[in-house]
């Protein structure tokens, strides 16, 4: 039997199998506007399609059947390469990013190298916010049993966006979600970053407060304030003006990851992504942000808010990833569950 110190988590910008995602099946998630928000996911899922394949969890009576015609039209107006498979796996919700499994690939020159494991850890829906969560619970497991992925459990609270990681044993992280008592009464950065390097084999963990996305109800994830583009940069959520409530917050964020630095004892280098304008539903201020943009393979998947600064963010990811296609999905719906891009997919990495 290996060991997980066979294993490494990879970086998200390494190359995939496949997506998975979960079609959104509950309206409480989108009050008032659910009626908009299939045919908005589909055009995010035929836009992932056109670069990779996509795995949808779509169990249910009739989720499957309502589901595939709105993807098969919007795979059609992209142009998408793949086409999606719809699995018979049923959820509670879409936030595929934390209810999902995360895959560790078998380190080469190892006993493990080809393999994959799955780390399958407990899940609450954010502190017990959202019941119910007893499918979403389920999922990393029945993915991995659909595989025949051997799933270890740590027994431990952890959404997949509170952790980001560059694919070389550096994780970051966010203080106001990780060591929230929500999730994992007692937890400590000692003891949060014990599991982080027992179970993703983490050597070095970077801390940031994690505060600043106004609307955010994760209690911070850190998919939507910092994101790893290399094994150094790191993009960091910017207020939309210095003197934005959020500011403060953000340049506490920024402040934090400037002073980090990686396993081998490089600083790392961060980058200001400029946020747009506040968006609002019924009084209530969204957690619009670029930073929550999807790496699928050859491309950078971004949400986007029919604002001045969409294409601002564009071009600077353009930059970052050179090599990769940027393209920006209308979110301005979708945002209104709280989530985007990232919250919504978990790349399942190739072999």
Same mark, same amino acid.
């Given at each position: 039997m290996?060991t997980?110190? /066979?294993?490494?988590?990879?970086?998200?910008?390494?190359?995939?199998?496949?997506?998975?995602?979960?079609?959104?099946?509950?309206?409480?998630?989108?009050?008032?506007?659910?009626?908009?928000?299939p045919a908005?996911?589909?055009?995010?899922?035929?836009?992932?399609a056109?670069f990779?394949p996509?795995r949808?969890?779509?169990?249910?009576?009739?989720?499957?059947?309502?589901?595939?015609?709105?993807i098969d039209?919007?795979?059609?107006r992209?142009?998408?390469r793949?086409?999606?498979?719809?699995i018979?796996?049923?959820?509670?919700?879409?936030?595929?990013?934390?209810?999902?499994?995360?895959?560790?690939?078998?380190?080469?020159?190892?006993?493990?190298?080809?393999?994959?494991?799955?780390?399958?850890?407990?899940?609450?829906?954010?502190?017990?916010?959202?019941?119910?969560?007893d499918?979403d619970?389920?999922?990393?497991?029945?993915?991995?049993?659909?595989?025949q992925?051997?799933?270890?459990?740590?027994?431990?609270?952890?959404?997949?966006?509170?952790?980001?990681g560059?694919?070389?044993?550096?994780?970051?992280?966010?203080?106001?979600?990780?060591?929230?008592?929500?999730?994992?009464?007692?937890?400590?950065?000692?003891?949060m970053?014990?599991v982080?390097?027992?179970?993703?084999?983490?050597?070095n963990?970077?801390w940031?407060?994690?505060?600043?996305?106004?609307?955010?109800?994760?209690?911070?994830h850190?998919?939507?304030?910092?994101?790893?583009?290399?094994?150094?940069?790191?993009?960091?959520a910017a207020?939309?003006?210095?003197?934005?409530?959020?500011?403060?917050?953000?340049r506490?964020?920024?402040?934090?990851?400037?002073?980090?630095?990686?396993?081998?004892?490089?600083?790392?280098?961060p980058i200001?992504l400029v946020?747009?304008?506040?968006?609002f539903?019924?009084?209530?201020?969204?957690p619009?942000?670029?930073?929550?943009?999807?790496?699928?393979?050859?491309?950078v998947?971004?949400?986007?808010?029919?604002?001045?600064?969409?294409?601002?963010?564009m071009?600077?990811l353009?930059d970052?990833?050179? /090599?990769?296609?940027?393209a920006?999905?209308?979110?301005i719906?979708?945002?209104?569950?709280?989530?985007?891009f990232?919250?919504?997919?978990?790349?399942?990495p190739?072999v």
């Amino acid at each position: 039997m290996n060991t997980l110190s /066979d294993y490494r988590w990879p970086a998200e910008w390494e190359q995939h199998d496949a997506t998975w995602v979960a079609w959104p099946v509950n309206p409480d998630t989108w009050p008032g506007i659910f009626d908009r928000i299939p045919a908005a996911f589909a055009e995010f899922v035929a836009a992932i399609a056109r670069f990779e394949p996509v795995r949808i969890l779509a169990g249910g009576i009739g989720v499957a059947e309502s589901a595939s015609p709105l993807i098969d039209a919007a795979c059609s107006r992209h142009g998408s390469r793949f086409v999606p498979e719809l699995i018979d796996i049923p959820v509670n919700d879409s936030w595929c990013r934390d209810h999902g499994p995360i895959f560790l690939m078998g380190c080469k020159g190892t006993t493990a190298a080809g393999q994959r494991v799955i780390i399958d850890w407990n899940y609450n829906a954010w502190g017990g916010k959202y019941p119910p969560w007893d499918l979403d619970e389920l999922t990393a497991r029945r993915i991995g049993k659909r595989l025949q992925i051997r799933s270890l459990r740590p027994d431990l609270i952890l959404e997949g966006g509170a952790i980001e990681g560059n694919g070389a044993s550096t994780i970051l992280t966010t203080e106001s979600c990780l060591l929230n008592p929500n999730r994992n009464a007692g937890a400590t950065r000692e003891s949060m970053e014990s599991v982080l390097k027992q179970w993703l084999q983490a050597i070095n963990i970077v801390w940031i407060p994690g505060h600043g996305i106004i609307g955010d109800d994760t209690d911070g994830h850190i998919d939507q304030v910092a994101r790893f583009v290399d094994e150094r940069r790191v993009l960091v959520a910017a207020p939309y003006h210095p003197d934005a409530a959020e500011a403060g917050d953000l340049r506490a964020n920024f402040e934090s990851v400037a002073a980090g630095r990686n396993s081998i004892g490089e600083s790392l280098q961060p980058i200001p992504l400029v946020m747009p304008q506040p968006k609002f539903v019924d009084g209530n201020r969204l957690p619009a942000c670029y930073c929550n943009y999807y790496l699928a393979n050859g491309a950078v998947i971004v949400p986007t808010f029919g604002d001045p600064a969409d294409d601002t963010a564009m071009q600077l990811l353009q930059d970052c990833y050179p /090599d990769r296609t940027v393209a920006g999905v209308d979110a301005i719906d979708l945002i209104w569950g709280l989530g985007a891009f990232h919250c919504m997919t978990q790349q399942q990495p190739a072999v």
